[in-house]
């Protein structure tokens, strides 16, 4: 094996170095690894085989030589240096055919092994394409086996190195499809545990799982087809945010002319139903003929949802509604906020312990929408701080932000509807 400092150009290469070294070094680890990914293997002393990545058995690698002219062996070896071996290819972005399991099956029957296990890697959930006997897995499930065990320091490592090879991917637009990774909460319990990178690929994973939640499409009528953000921007400022579509937005020219479902990520989570400036006149309509009675009442439905399937779970979650007035000099600069009222739906309804009853809060709310001059924009949802609301920093987070979101239901039936759907 090279030394763990000495690393690769291709980033596959580099990701392959960093899970087979933690093998390698971690011999407890390697025999866990066999035991629940090799069958073969499980009969083998993991103290007792050899690990190697980019080159063939009983060869020393030449340093010098080029990784492209690697590409026609194994990207990794573990061996018993007699008749046993495993020999993987690793993808991400590349297609995987059978043929070079074949060939890599082949390699290693002229080197004299008789029994031999052919293993892929791969970016996508869906099976790989490999030959007959062969098996396959991804990598965002080897991250996740690796994340079970907190006790090995070589474990730990090699995820954290997942983690910062694609959040660098994913930054330099270097990812087809596909991930690395699996969400596992959001790690953001202070201010300084923040970075860019790192919250585009928590947003990304996040965002991935979301749009594949059933209770979204049949409930809420998201349409999981229409993609988000062009791009993640936000380098200057201390938050991420992306968005999922309804499918009354199918084919419109702008997605702002409907509500959407919006999800922004920094040391808070915001769940938020958006309410743009350009919303639709027949939605606009519908809410505005509601009269500030109707609008109240549409709150406190809300307000019951999340007190029953959020605040239960986590109490120190914030229901709230924010109105927000922004200007863009650039379309990809961080705006300026000229306005921004900002509250807890509680306060616009009586009898919310420890919440003060303030009614004005909603009445201005509504006001600003149906009597707007500006560029307005609402939305209501759910704010979680991290540091206050431990399920934000689990896989369980997620279930929390669509329940956030199905809490809105009523406001987005107003959109359904009045589209027919």
């Known amino acids: 094996m090279r030394n763990i400092f000495d690393q690769y150009r291709h980033a596959e290469n580099r990701l392959t170095h960093a899970f087979f070294t933690a093998l390698d070094r971690d011999r407890t680890l390697l025999a866990s690894f066999l035991q629940q990914f090799v069958k073969s293997g499980r009969s083998q002393k993991a103290s007792e085989l050899s690990v190697s990545v980019q080159t063939i058995p009983g060869k020393p690698e030449e340093p010098e030589q080029e990784e492209n002219d690697r590409r026609g062996i194994p990207d ?15 993808k991400i972005n590349a297609p995987l055919t059978a043929d070079q399991i074949r ?37 965002s499930r080897l991250y996740r086996w690796l994340r079970s065990h907190p006790g090995s320091i070589w474990a730990q490592e090699a995820a954290e190195y997942f ?18 990774t699996e969400f596992a909460g959001f790690p953001f319990r202070k201010t300084s545990d923040y970075s860019y990178l790192e919250g585009r690929r928590v947003l990304k994973l996040a965002m991935a799982s979301l749009r594949n939640d059933n209770r979204l499409v049949n409930e809420l009528g998201m349409d999981p087809t229409i993609p988000g953000r062009g791009a993640i921007t936000g380098r200057d400022e201390d938050r991420v945010w ?15 002319q409907h509500p959407h479902i919006t999800l922004g990520l920094g040391t808070v989570v915001d769940t938020m139903i958006t309410i743009p400036n350009s919303i639709n006149r027949q ?46 000099p650039t ?9 921004i009222a900002e509250f807890d739906l509680r306060t616009g309804l009586p009898g919310k312990d420890p919440i003060k009853y303030q009614p004005e809060w ?15 924009q609402i939305q209501i949802g759910v704010k979680f701080e991290i540091d206050r609301c431990p399920t934000m920093m689990s896989e369980s987070a997620l279930d929390l932000i669509a329940r956030s979101w199905l809490c809105c239901k009523s406001l987005i039936d107003y959109e359904l509807v009045s589209h027919g759907h």
Request: hydrophobic letters at 40%; proline letters at 3%.
């Open 362 to 376: 909603l009445t201005a709310a509504f006001a600003a929408f149906s009597k707007k001059k500006s560029n307005l």
């Open 283 to 328: 939605f606009r309509r519908t809410l505005i003929d509601l009269g500030e009675r109707g609008f109240r009442d549409l709150i406190g439905d809300i307000l019951a949802q999340m007190e029953s399937e959020v605040l239960s779970i986590e109490p120190l979650a914030t229901p709230a509604l924010r109105a927000i007035q922004r200007r863009y």
């Open 163 to 180: 983690e910062a090879l694609e959040a660098r991917m994913i930054n330099d637009e270097n990812f087809s499809s596909g991930t690395l």
């Open 76 to 90: 990794a070896w573990i061996h018993n240096g007699e008749d046993w071996c495993v020999v993987v290819e690793v």
């Open 331 to 339: 379309q990809r600069s961080v705006p300026f906020i000229d306005s």
């Open 103 to 139: 060939r890599h099956v082949r390699i290693a029957q002229k080197l004299g092994f008789t029994r031999i296990t052919a293993l892929a890697i791969t970016a996508h959930s869906t099976p790989a394409k490999t030959s007959e006997g062969a098996i396959s897995t991804t990598w």
């Open 242 to 256: 992306d968005y999922l579509s309804l499918r009354t937005s199918k084919g419109a020219e702008l997605h702002t």
